[in-house]
Structures are given as structure tokens and as C-alpha cells.
Nanobody, 115 residues
Framework: QVQLVESGGGLVQAGGSLRLSCVAS????????VGWYRQAPGKQRDLVAT???????DYADSVKGRFAISRDNAKNTVYLQMNSLKPEDTAVYYC?????????WGRGTQVTVSS
């Protein structure tokens, strides 16, 4: 089990940027997949972006070219740089870690994009 502390959410105008941070209580250096999911009201929780220990990345089609995921192993932290935000990006964003096969979730941080 990994404790995850998220920060960086807030309210931003369309076209603006935010950077989400997630600090893990354990190392994410090896055998780990970390990333972000989001859930809008009345919708399912969907993958936004992930990055593996080998630095392979995956992005939802809706965020490709706008969002960038990165990892700082020394700080046990994963980031999500969110640019060119759109109202449809409004959701609760959840940090995700699969470390040595064990999945952990953050409690979520609200991102609201006004039109």
C-alpha cells in the first residue's frame, strides 16, 4: 500500500494551465506504473495518462498534445502538466500507482475549467 498526496488542482479559465503533483509514500523507481485518472460528474473514471518505470507513456486521445506526464524518482512524485485546458477537462483527478502489482489511489483533486 502506498499513500498518495495530490495537489495542484483548482479553477482555471479555458486555455490556461495547471500542474498536478502526486507524492507517493514509497519509491516509484522500479516495477511501477504511475499516472492520473479523472472522473467527471455522472461519468466513469477514465485514464488520463500513465508512465512506467521504463518511461513508457500512454495518454488518452482527448489530452494528447496538451497534457504531459512526468516522474521524479528522487522525490517519489508524479506530475501532470495540463496545458490548453478545456471545459471538458473539468473533473476530479486521481493519482494512480501500481507498485509491485499493488494498486493505490489518491483521494482526488478537483480541476475546474471555466468557459
Amino acid at each position: 500500500q502506498v499513500q498518495l498526496v495530490e495537489s495542484g488542482g483548482g479553477l482555471v479559465q479555458a486555455g490556461g494551465s495547471l500542474r498536478l503533483s502526486c507524492v507517493a509514500s514509497r519509491s516509484i523507481t522500479v516495477n511501477s506504473v504511475v499516472g492520473w485518472y479523472r472522473q467527471a460528474p455522472g461519468k466513469q473514471r477514465d485514464l488520463v495518462a500513465t508512465i512506467t518505470s521504463g518511461s513508457n507513456t500512454d495518454y488518452a486521445d482527448s489530452v494528447k498534445g496538451r497534457f504531459a506526464i512526468s516522474r521524479d524518482n528522487a522525490k517519489n512524485t508524479v506530475y501532470l502538466q495540463m496545458n490548453s485546458l478545456k471545459p471538458e477537462d473539468t473533473a476530479v483527478y486521481y493519482c494512480y500507482v501500481r507498485r509491485w502489482g499493488v494498486v493505490s489511489w489518491g483521494r482526488g483533486t478537483q480541476v475546474t475549467v471555466s468557459s
